[in-house]
């Protein structure tokens, strides 16, 4: 096939002028240049095009493709990660991972639960502060975890963010608020251990490939996986990888997490996030349906590589989830008008 391939690539935005915080959700050259090799390896043709406004401009061009391999994150608005396969959508050229709806549910923490919820699924408790006076209509027990509605990377999640009294809660949601302009999530803090589980897949052909359990270290900011623990993941974090149907805490968040993949219309690979309560229970926090592709420093290809598969048959995995999709848009990738 002749696969476009779509990213936002962080060097670019830092040259520009954005800072560090702004584009953590970007990519590194060397997640795009993983993804391209492997497409090749596989018998593709790429063609990388970039950005959401490069893309834009190559279709009115006329440039088409059998498919986009679609990783951009976006920049601004709880559309971000919409927008690219919103503009495929209108021409009728399929892409890899999740369409428009899908994109902005997940973007969104609270909505993300409210299905999940409704799905008679396991989630704490929560609540949305959209203006800090909102902070007084908090009635859930302390302590709890206030962070951004809809950032991921951990962006926002730092110490401060395990609240423990009403004061901590209006200052910290007071912050946040400030900072990202946007609602703050306030839910039950669980104290248990923490997982993240990977899927490939759609639908009923949806499969867990495997969980990673993480825990802290001892120099790490304490009881949340924070912006910083992720960043310095190398030295502040140890991650393990129980093998599937050993730990039955980890089997129980397997099922939780595909359970939630298949409510929420999660497509062809990504990861659900999971952590314990104080007896035991894994409870849904939070799904990436647009998960980072790097291969050695991403979850997804982490916990894939950890049962000895190859980087190359996860790309595979994935184009071919997509590919199901697109046979019936394929005779209208030649349309030569915008």
């Known amino acids: 096939m ?29 997640t795009i240049d993983a993804i391209d090799a492997a497409l090749v390896e596989l018998g593709h043709a790429t063609d990388r095009i970039g950005s959401a406004r490069q893309l834009i401009e190559r279709l009115a061009r006329g440039d088409r493709w059998e498919l986009v391999f679609n990783i951009c994150e976006g920049l601004r608005g709880i559309g971000r990660e919409a927008q690219v396969p919103a503009i495929l959508d209108v021409y009728g050229i399929p892409y890899t991972f999740a369409d428009p709806a899908v994109l902005v549910t997940c973007l969104d923490k609270a909505l993300t639960k409210t299905i999940v919820r409704a799905a008679r699924l396991p989630t704490p408790d929560w609540h949305v502060v959209r203006e800090l006076p909102d902070c007084e209509s908090v009635h859930l027990p302390f302590p709890l975890l206030a962070k951004p509605v809809a950032e991921g990377t951990g962006k926002g999640i730092d110490a401060a963010s395990k609240v423990v009294d009403q004061a901590s809660l209006r200052q910290t949601c007071e912050r946040l608020l400030e900072r990202y302009l946007q609602p703050v999530l306030v839910e039950r803090f669980l104290p248990g251990r923490e997982f993240t589980v990977a899927i490939v897949g759609t639908g009923r052909d949806a499969e867990v490939i495997g969980t990673m359990e993480i825990t802290l270290l001892e120099d790490a900011e304490p009881g949340v996986y924070s912006y910083v623990n992720k960043e310095q993941c190398e030295r502040l974090v140890e991650y393990a990888f129980p093998p599937q149907g050993s730990d039955p805490t980890a089997t129980d968040a397997e099922e939780v997490a595909l359970a939630a993949w298949r409510a929420l219309g999660c497509r062809d690979g990504g990861r659900v996030d999971l952590r314990c309560d ?23 290809p982490m916990i894939w590589s950890a049962f000895g598969r190859d980087y190359v048959e996860l790309i595979d995995r994935i184009v071919r989830s997509a590919a199901g999709r697109a046979h019936d848009l394929v005779p209208t990738l030649c349309v030569g008008t915008p």
């Open 278 to 300: 104080e007896a035991g229970r894994a409870k849904f926090i939070e799904v990436n349906p647009l998960a980072g592709l790097h291969p050695s420093h991403s979850d997804l």
């Open 2 to 30: 002749n696969i476009g391939i779509t990213y936002d690539l962080r060097s670019d935005y830092l040259a520009a002028g954005y800072g560090e915080e702004e584009t953590a959700e970007f990519d590194q050259q060397g």
